[in-house]
């Protein structure tokens, strides 16, 4: 078995899988005989039942567990992959092109990567459009990334199962950094992460980071325990910094600015200040020329996302951080 992919399943009905699963159906050049689709429902009492998917060409297993959220769902899916590679797609998503699968197989022969990670397009509706957009070497989302199962389970790689929102941006981020650079990017997108009119995450997309900062945080805390504990002391520091101005230009943005939000981004604030709190030290024993290579790294990500004007130094930013109450 050359392919296992995992699908998380809750509340979502047919209509809403089937896109993914036609999409695996019409890929081109590939041996059927090697791809397996393990959907695992998170204790749904309207599970969907294995009759209904017996006219695909692949293996599709369906397991039901108890509610314990997406990423115990992806755990236990990897748990039962037969395959040399293991992909987690979420059940609304689907491949983009009837080539995509033929991408990552050839990737395959190449070399035994740990991780192939492919570009993915997001279809977005914003201010009454239509909008497509392309992300490209991404380490915060599991979309279209493919990895090695071995590689997994040598490095005791898992989700967490106490995160169930930006869970995937713990796991990538570790997987990522434990494989020292044996990756392989593809040149095509290759995974659509789809609308949905339903989507929480996609519904308010702006507030939806301030609203969940407070789990972003926990990801963050989780990641750096991961590396210190394993002694990647390169990788930890370089986490903290990325942290600590993701954070700063985070509440740079214009939403932070409007009143109707003030209550909301004091409550995201002092969830970075749990952060902070716990690796204040680390971070400002930095190299400053890191401190600086990581600062035009996270502003050039900040101005691409929104932010336009810087209203306070980090310095200040940081004193306010260590002053709030609660």
Request: glycine fraction near 4%; include cysteine.
């Amino acid at each position: 078995m050359k392919l296992s992919i995992v699908i998380p399943h809750y509340t979502e009905g047919l209509e809403v899988i089937t896109p993914l699963l036609d999409s695996i159906k019409i890929q081109q050049d590939i041996d059927f005989g090697e791809i397996e689709a393990i959907i695992v429902n998170d204790g749904d009492t309207k599970a969907l039942q294995p009759y209904l998917f017996t006219d695909y060409p692949f293996k599709i297993g369906v397991h039901t567990i108890e509610h314990k959220g997406v990423s115990a769902a992806r755990n236990y899916g990897l748990d039962r992959a037969e395959g040399e590679y293991v992909m987690f797609c979420d059940t609304d998503d689907m491949f983009c092109s009837m080539f995509a699968l033929q991408v990552y197989f050839k990737a395959m022969k190449e070399a035994p990567y740990c991780i192939i990670r492919g570009s993915f397009i997001e279809d977005q509706f914003i201010d009454g459009e239509w909008k497509l957009i392309r992300h490209d070497n991404d380490l915060s989302f599991v979309h279209g990334k493919m990895f090695r199962k071995q590689f997994l389970l040598d490095n005791e790689l898992r989700f967490d199962e106490e995160l169930t929102i930006h869970e995937d941006g713990y796991f990538v981020a570790l997987a990522n950094l434990v494989s020292q650079g044996n990756i392989r990017e593809t040149q095509v997108a290759t995974y659509l992460w789809k609308y949905r009119d339903d989507s929480v995450v996609r519904k308010d997309s702006e507030l939806y980071l301030f609203k969940t900062y407070g789990n972003l945080m926990d990801t963050r805390i989780k990641l750096c325990r991961q590396l210190k504990n394993r002694e990647m002391w390169t990788e930890y520091f370089q986490t903290i910094s990325k942290t600590v101005w993701d954070s700063y230009y985070d509440f740079q943005k214009p939403d932070c600015l409007k009143p109707e939000n003030a209550e909301l981004i004091l409550k995201a604030k002092k969830n970075f200040k749990r952060f902070y709190t716990e690796f204040a030290e680390d971070y400002k024993s930095i190299n400053i020329n890191d401190i600086a290579a990581m600062k035009y790294l996270c502003h050039d990500n900040a101005f691409k996302n929104g932010m336009r004007v810087e209203q306070q130094t980090i310095s200040q930013f940081l004193t306010e951080i260590v002053l709030l109450k609660g």
